[in-house]
T-cell receptor, first 112, second 114 residues
C-alpha cells in the first residue's frame, strides 16, 4: 500500500540556521509531493509542492528536493525563524485524483 | 473569501450520541474531504466528494456518514459516537476535476467522546 513516513519526529534548530526535514515514501506511482505546515490549533497550510518529474523546486526561503531513486524528499528552510515553529507534514497524491496520503509529521522547534 | 470554515470548534459528546460536523467553502471547489488527526499520526482520509451528489469512502470511513447536496457544504455525521472517534477533524477543499490541485484546509473541530 501507499505510505509516507518521516525519519524524525522532532527537530530543534537555532534561529537563523537552516532546517532540513526529511520524508520517505513507498509508492512510486505518486505524481506530486506536498509539504504542509501546521501551527498549533490550526489546519495544515500548503507550503510547496513538487511534481515527480522534478528534482528540486524553490519557494520563498524553502526548497524541496526529491530523490526518486531512494524514494525520499526533503524540505529545506533557510534562515529558520521563530515563526517557522510548527509541525511539518509531507503528503503524496496521484495526478489523477485528490486523495492525499500524509506522513506522521515532524515538529520543528526554533531556539532563540 | 472566508475559505474553508468548520463548526463547531470544540465538541464534547457522550458515547452513543449523534452529531454533525459542519464544513463549508466559498471558493466554488468541486472536491471536498474530511480527515481525522490523532496524536502522533498524520491526517487520515475519512470520506471525500468530487462534486455535489457524489461521495466516496476514504481510508477510515467506519462510523461516519457524509452527503453533498450542494457544492458549498460537506457535513460529516457521527450516528453513534464512540471514544475511538475522539480526534481533531479537518475539512479540506480543492478544485478537483480529476487532477491534482492545491487543497485548502479548515481550522478543525476538536471532538471528545466520553
Amino acid at each position: 500500500g501507499e505510505s509516507v513516513g518521516l525519519h524524525l519526529p522532532t527537530l530543534s534548530v537555532q534561529e537563523g540556521d537552516n532546517s532540513i526535514i526529511n520524508c520517505a515514501y513507498s509508492n512510486s506511482a505518486s505524481d506530486y509531493f506536498i509539504w504542509y505546515k501546521q501551527e498549533s490549533g490550526k489546519g495544515p497550510q500548503f507550503i510547496i509542492d513538487i511534481r515527480s518529474n522534478m528534482d528540486k523546486r524553490q519557494g520563498q526561503r524553502v526548497t524541496v528536493l526529491l530523490n526518486k531513486t531512494v524514494k525520499h524528499l526533503s524540505l529545506q528552510i533557510a534562515a529558520t525563524q521563530p515563526g517557522d515553529s510548527a509541525v511539518y507534514f509531507c503528503a503524496s497524491v496521484r495526478s489523477s485524483g485528490d486523495k492525499l496520503t500524509f506522513g506522521t509529521g515532524t515538529r520543528l522547534a526554533v531556539r532563540p | 473569501n472566508a475559505g474553508v470554515t468548520q463548526t463547531p470548534k470544540f465538541q464534547v459528546l457522550k458515547t452513543g450520541q449523534s452529531m454533525t460536523l459542519q464544513c463549508a467553502q466559498d471558493m466554488n471547489h468541486e472536491y471536498m474531504s474530511w480527515y481525522r488527526q490523532d496524536p502522533g499520526m498524520g491526517l487520515r482520509l475519512i470520506h471525500y466528494s468530487v462534486g455535489a451528489g457524489i461521495t466516496d469512502q476514504g481510508e477510515v470511513p467506519n462510523g461516519y456518514n457524509v452527503s453533498r447536496s450542494t457544492t458549498e457544504d460537506f457535513p460529516l455525521r457521527l450516528l453513534s459516537a464512540a471514544p475511538s472517534q475522539t480526534s481533531v477533524y479537518f475539512c479540506a477543499s480543492g478544485l478537483g476535476r480529476g487532477t491534482y490541485n492545491e487543497q485548502f484546509f479548515g481550522p478543525g473541530t476538536r471532538l471528545t467522546v466520553l
